[in-house]
């Protein structure tokens, strides 16, 4: 398979890079590198059981549906976007701008597209009663972040009826794992190695890892055409409790204190993924915090 990953130097995407050049496929990574680093993609250039090619470059060009459409994959990956760091119009720009040129390469290499959104960007605040989430509620996103996750989902089914684009989408819960130092997880793992007591936010999450993750990116390649599917745990996993959980691995009998800011986040119900895609998670919450603090003791 010939695959281009945009983000693919960020945390999920070059995991997920680094899964199929492994499985010997070819792949382009396109990433301007503002959040993304060549360090994530180390395994992945030296592994050559499959090819990789990394372009650096800004999505909003023009120039990157010209790449697209050149380098002729067969499924792009689309995992590039900007959360709510740099203002609205900056977020718009890269998430809805740099989309829809990555949308016109794809039709132009007759290429597949999986998107990864947001499941909370899109659903916004969700009633406990409501949850875990079903794709057929409604969409209520409370952020630019938001706003363009579910645009650009917008723009995929408009493609996809009016020009035969192929797409799924895939609307992740909280994702985390090695290589994640922005996220929940990372920031509590690190204080757990640190040895000092976290601030933990209150509330619960669901939590995903990223393995299982990039193995829903990898079965959306030839499955769920136009739909979109949530992908997530299901389970509302409490923070508090992660961080004992992660605490008592390392040898830290530190119990938590809590900032008082809430976890923002929904719990999803993965049903629809089950059946169309033939996914579920494998990765029990202990399991993927082993390998998220191994991996953090030697990349502090």
Known sequence: MRALVTGGAGFIGSVLVER????GHDVDVIDD????????????????TGSLRIHQADLRSPEVTDLITRRAPEVV????????LAGAVDDAETNVVGSLRVLAGARGAAAKVVYACDATAIYGEVEAAAQPVREAHPPAPQSAFGVSNRTVVEHLRLAREAHGLEFTALAFSTVYGPRDREGVVGQLVSAVLDRVAAPVPDGQLDLLYVDDAVDALVRAAGRGGGLLCNIGSGIAAPLSDVFRAAAAQAGLPEAPSTDGRPARGVIVDAGRARIQLGWSPWTALDEGLAHTLRWWSTHP
């Open 77 to 84: 990956f689309h995992l590039a976007a900007r959360p709510d």
């Open 33 to 48: 590198l503002s959040t993304g680093s060549l360090s994530n993609l180390a395994d992945a250039r030296s592994d050559h």
């Open 20 to 23: 199929l050049v492994a499985e």
